[in-house]
């Protein structure tokens, strides 16, 4: 075995040792399939598994105030996304895991006055209350949120595009001992252009 | 010198498989031990080791209507099941840190955070904590439904192996139908030491 690998130039040595590992790597996940899934456009009333939960966008419109919770802001304009949400799987789940899944391209958003980030806020569309950090969402209901970004006033809504990524349920982490959670898919389950409507 | 700088690559890979392995394969993450069940039922006092358990109340809402200030009044998305207890921790002050409800197929669920009521119970010792919790149940899982209250922690799965109060609501196929159409708004209540009665209002009678 010492002489054959001695005979071995560098090349077939790092190659055997780059095999090796590769070999190696199947348990860890190394020769899963990146992803299968095909990205389809995004569209009203369209119903989206992201895993969890199934989400359907209901509606998306621009508006300048919405009562009784955001007041009108002559600097910005509020980009009002609705949607209905199941949670179809046996336990309750976080909804934030519905918030995280949406991403977007020329949303132009803008930070809150009143905070420094610029996720989005989440609101019942039946009450209009907010949904505190750390909501849960218990198996077979269903809500209809309002996902709202704040936005530039001249952004190019025929330009912006929103896109619905989905969840993968993790069942063992032998990275962190984590066992039994959502991970967010990299690529979406749908992206696209949907009609803006724009209120006052 | 290559022989065993080759020979402790591989098993050093090879350790590495078969920690994964066991890791993956065996169920070293599953939980070993369940929690054990004290059962009871509505208006019974329910004994654990550690504390008294019992559910005086149970009913269905539409609405929670905070009770002070002008925050909004938040509705469910199936239906508010609204859970009256007495908690008194007997043998030191305690944290009964997990409730939860429990449908006829084993699916738990949480209580509502907007709907202002009880998250947990905090008592000292032989007092008696009076807590309302709010779940936000589908209508189709009404029937069956059974209260859990224990120390542990259903996040971090400190359940196990911990004394846990197991009431049946009594909530029948007919409440069920009737409970999936209330339209009932009550003040929001969380924890007390003094007893107290749901206040039935509307929602123009709401603080605002």
Sequence with gaps: ?200 | MRAPRLTATVAILAALAVGNVINTRLDVNTEQLHPVAEEGRIGKVTHLTYGDVEVTDVRPAEYVAPRFGDDLSPKAGGVFVLVSVKVTATREPTLFLSAYLEDSRGRRYRAASKANCAINVDGGTGIPVYALFCFDVAPQALAGLRFELSRGNLIYSTLNGDHLADVDLGISDADEASWRDTDAVYLAETTSLEPFELQEVTLDQVPS
């Design chain 1, 1 to 200: 075995m010492r002489g054959f690998v001695a005979r071995r130039s560098g090349t077939q040595r790092l190659g055997a040792v780059a095999a090796v590992l590769v070999v190696l790597s199947a348990p860890f996940g190394g020769w899963r399939s990146a992803s299968d899934a095909e990205v389809v456009p995004l569209a009203l009333d369209q119903r989206l598994d992201l895993g969890p939960f199934y989400l359907t966008i209901d509606s998306v419109k621009q508006v300048t105030e919405l009562p009784p919770v955001l007041e009108e802001d002559p600097t910005s304009r509020y980009l009002v996304i609705k949607t209905t949400v199941t949670n179809h799987s046996d336990r309750a789940e976080s909804a934030t895991l519905a918030e995280a899944a949406f991403a977007g391209d020329h949303i132009g958003i803008l930070p809150w006055p009143d905070r420094e980030d610029a996720q989005l806020r989440v609101y019942g569309v039946d009450d209009a209350v907010e949904l505190p950090a750390g909501e849960f969402i218990n198996p077979d209901v269903t809500y209809h949120l309002a996902f709202v970004l704040r936005q530039e006033p001249d952004t190019d809504l025929e330009a912006l595009t929103l896109a619905v990524r989905g969840y993968v349920f993790q069942e063992v982490d032998p990275q962190t001992l984590d066992p039994d959670r959502w991970v967010l898919d990299e690529d979406p389950i749908a992206e696209g252009h949907v009609p803006i409507e724009v209120g006052s």
